[in-house]
């Protein structure tokens, strides 16, 4: 198992930019893709970027394609995801999570909340208008 600790939330104004990283610890991390999802008031956790276990492909949801970059350094045991051009409609809770699976690669469609096994806590993100 792996776990998660993540970091950087805040308030930010809408245009602005945040980078919010996820601490791991456990023997494993440089094996496992890993997840950004999040979680607003009322709704479900929705995905929102994802990254193969050694940083060769990364997927994103619509919503934020252009505007976040999900990115890992292996060495330092943390997964980051870049925020620019935040809007109102982003502020929710951020969970970074670690792949079930060993080695994965590629997501067949997008990643969803079952192809991961560990979560962190969350982070809370909030974009004023």
């Known amino acids: 198992q792996v776990q998660l600790v993540e970091s950087g939330g805040g308030l930010v104004q809408a245009g602005g930019s945040l980078r919010l990283s996820c601490a791991a610890s456990?023997?494993?991390?440089?094996?496992?893709?890993m997840g950004w999802f999040r979680q607003a008031p009322g709704k479900e956790r929705e995905f929102v970027a994802a990254?193969?276990?050694?940083?060769?492909?990364?997927y994103y949801a619509d919503s934020v394609k252009g505007r976040f970059t999900i990115s890992r350094d292996n060495a330092k045991n943390t997964v980051y995801l870049q925020m620019n051009s935040l809007k109102p409609e982003d502020t929710a809770v951020y969970y970074c999570?670690?792949?079930?699976?060993?080695?994965?690669?590629?997501?067949?469609?997008?990643?969803?909340?079952?192809?991961?096994?560990?979560w962190g806590q969350g982070t809370q993100v909030t974009v004023s208008s």
């Open positions: 990254i193969s276990w050694n940083g060769g492909r990364t």
């Open positions: 999570a670690a792949d079930k699976s060993l080695w994965r690669q590629v997501y067949l469609g997008s990643p969803v909340t079952g192809d991961f096994g560990s």
């Open positions: 456990g023997r494993t991390f440089d094996r496992r893709a």
